[in-house]
């Protein structure tokens, strides 16, 4: 996963990819402040998933939003939060013309609706 803003300072192979869901009614913010010339902080919706690469090391903090301020309501390690199964894992177990096609085939023909007979124009 490329990252255009606020790369990771060091390109070394201890990156991890990690996600984090709120699973809250409230907008939060997840900032990471431990890791040495980076900055990383993000806004994360309601029931959004915010997917990013980090430092095994960091810490995770989430202010969740109130009105006109935040409150640090928890910090997470980055590698709890680290994705185990890649896309080309996947691609390897089920064969990658499975994988693209199992996908497509599930898709349903678009249903026309019948407009009731008071709505038509004649």
């Known amino acids: ?26 907008i939060q913010i997840a900032r990471i402040t431990n890791i ?31 009105m006109a301020s935040a409150i640090l309501s928890d910090t997470i390690p980055c590698y709890r939060l680290r994705l185990h199964q890649s896309v080309s894992a996947s691609t390897h177990f089920l064969g990658e013309d499975e994988a693209f096609t199992s996908v497509s085939s599930h898709k349903e023909e678009p249903k026309m ?5 008071a709505a038509k124009v004649s």
Request: charged letters at 25%; aromatic letters at 12%; one cysteine or more.
């Open 1 to 26: 996963m490329t990252q255009v803003i606020d790369p990771l300072p060091r390109k070394d192979s201890d990156q991890i990819v990690c996600c984090y869901v709120n699973a809250t009614s409230k």
């Open 36 to 66: 040495p010339n980076w900055y990383f902080e993000r806004v994360v919706f309601p029931g959004q998933r915010l997917m990013f690469e980090s430092l095994p090391e960091a810490q995770l903090e989430i202010h969740t939003g109130m």
């Open 113 to 117: 609706l019948e407009w009731p007979e």
